[in-house]
């Protein structure tokens, strides 16, 4: 009995910790400090015009100079020179960036993107393996309360945050993979249309969340890992 007990205090003590390690990631007002001082918030970047794609990859990399406007227009016009208007972004000029665009912005930092095929079970990925994933999802245009029904699709960035035992819980992000023998940590949902980066959980939580968008027809999940890396982000028996 007192083993028991013993136990289930440990749980809760686990817990809280992780509870408040998830509260001290998402403060906005209230950046999390370093052990060296620095303040190091887990970085979101909020919707604006059409430039879902920009804010995934920026919150992807956890750097807000990872990729500008500009960059990607000219990565646009790298992939389509000779065309008047553009196929690769919105004739308006808002952003709406499609997927060849946001291959190209991976691979000029050495990733690449690989599509995850939806009939196969997301346990299969190795999360150690990979920087993290980029969702794509429908979305419907509204203006107040008007919803219209005409649909655009929206890029959404999921990533892995470990958490560090000892206070005061500093983030550390991995340039792709996690290092062996390290701790897993926690995954954030940081799709730029949430007020703050939500917590998903632990592994076996963000595979139920993959698993979740992967029973969406109209949904595609993109596995985002080193170049030297590639298809071996697979458990090797799963392959």
Not at 37 to 51: A, C, D, N
Not at 122 to 136: A, E, T, Y
Not at 178 to 206: M, Y
């Amino acid at each position: 009995m007192k083993e028991l007990k013993e136990t289930s205090l440990e749980r809760s003590d686990t817990r809280s910790v992780l509870m408040k390690f998830v509260d001290r990631l998402v403060a906005r007002k209230k950046p999390m400090a370093s052990s060296t001082g620095v303040s190091v918030p887990v970085y979101h970047e909020r919707q604006l015009k059409e430039l879902c794609a920009l804010h995934a990859l920026n919150n992807l990399f956890q750097d807000a100079k990872a990729f500008n406007k500009t960059a990607l227009d000219q990565i646009c016009h790298s992939l389509s020179p000779d065309h008047l208007v553009n196929p690769h972004k919105s004739v308006l000029g808002l952003g709406n960036y499609d997927v060849n665009v946001i291959m190209a912005a991976l691979q000029s930092k050495g990733f690449e993107a690989i599509w995850f095929d939806k009939r196969k079970d997301p346990m299969m990925i190795d999360l150690s393996k990979i920087l993290g994933f980029i969702l794509n999802v429908p979305n419907e245009l509204k203006l107040a309360f008007l919803q219209f029904p005409l649909s655009r699709k929206h890029w959404v960035a999921v990533r892995e945050i470990r958490q560090l035992v000892t206070e005061p819980f500093p983030c550390e992000f991995y340039p792709g993979s996690r290092p062996r023998g390290e701790p897993a940590g926690l995954f954030f949902n940081l799709d730029s249309k949430l007020d703050a980066p939500q917590c998903i959980g632990g592994e076996e939580e963000v595979v139920k969340y993959l698993r979740e968008q992967a029973k969406s027809k109209d949904r595609e999940i993109f596995i985002v890992v080193r170049q030297d890396i590639g298809k071996e982000c697979y458990k090797p028996l799963l392959r």
